[in-house]
């Protein structure tokens, strides 16, 4: 027999997991691509998108995942040999720098390890730039591999008078954290489909403000990563460079409604918060008993409400343990200077305290049968947050 038969929990930091009603949306044959009413459609998702992200600015979508997303960006600010910084916290930060530098342009790497960038250093390393040679300042709101998570305005506000635009990746954030993209002075945003958007993967999002728009084309950009040729576009091919996802923008309609007009976007990230600290203390509990038991971010104040990062003795046997005899399916340690001893646990999107509390479950129960020494009464201590933030 197995006691993992029934309903799969997937607490992997993306693809997260899709609600049924969102799965539902996309079981519709295709319309007439030229037709008036898909066009009107398209526009209508994209306004919510804007909304999602705080912001009036421009929006390209393309079809592709966060990777595409990261490359549509670079392809429109940057020519071969331009100079960036990019603020790194994490495996995500160093992928992101790995591919730049492969289109040829000139990546500054200022390395946080396990921490949030430090607004402190960045203004300093700023100051030193007196020709302005720094085009951009690039970050991840969310690092997923560590799980910290950056005080975007803060970064902002360390930018001063420097005008290099702020380039905000917030794939593993939006949806889950807020975001404020005009208010905090945001000019291009990257995101994507499959995390706290609650789709299936296939679609990049980028947001960029008029600054960003004003650099032109540059030696960098083709056609298909054209943002301009996107957000302005007049026919609906254009905006996704030729045939729409149809399946996937009614996937988005009904996603964005659940959290824009049903929950309401304070209430989505509240969830988010009550849910990363129900992890946190169950994780405290644990460790109280075993050193080797400790989230990857200290501060609470830098961890992020969407995944959380941690250290713990066998966490590659647990995680297999898990999946085969519960049917709970962890994050791999990614990145973690020691993943077999390492994993995630994620809390993104459409998740619930049941879902959560059925994780930590099942992990106490495999630390039990796989004998990893914990300190007890972590699930209360899970359960207890629960009752309090409800
Ligand atoms: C998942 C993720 C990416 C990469 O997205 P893919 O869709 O896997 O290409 C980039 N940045 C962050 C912060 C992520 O969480």
Redesign the pocket.
Known sequence: MSLAFGPPVIAI??PSPVPDRVLRAMHRASPDIYGEELAEFNLQVMAKLKRLAGTGANLAPYIG???AGWEAVAANIFSPGDETLLLVSGH?GSS?ASQMAEMGIAVEVMDFGCAPADPGRLAERLAQDRENRIRAVML?Q???ATSAAADIPAIRAAMDQHPALLVV?S??SLGCSPMHMDDWGVDVLIS?S??GLMCP?GIAFVWFSDRAAARGRTALTTPVWDWHLRAGAEALWRFWGGTPPVQHIFALDEALRMLLDEEGLDAVWARHAALAETVWAAVDAWGAGNPDIRLTIADPVSRANSVTALSLPGASALRQWLSANTGVTLGVGLGASDPDNALRVAHMGYCNAAMLMASLGAMEAGMAALSIPRGRGALEAAAGIVAARA
């Open positions: 930091p993306g995942n966060g990777h995500f992101w991840c969310t690092d997923t990746d794939i593993a994507a499959q995390k993967p």
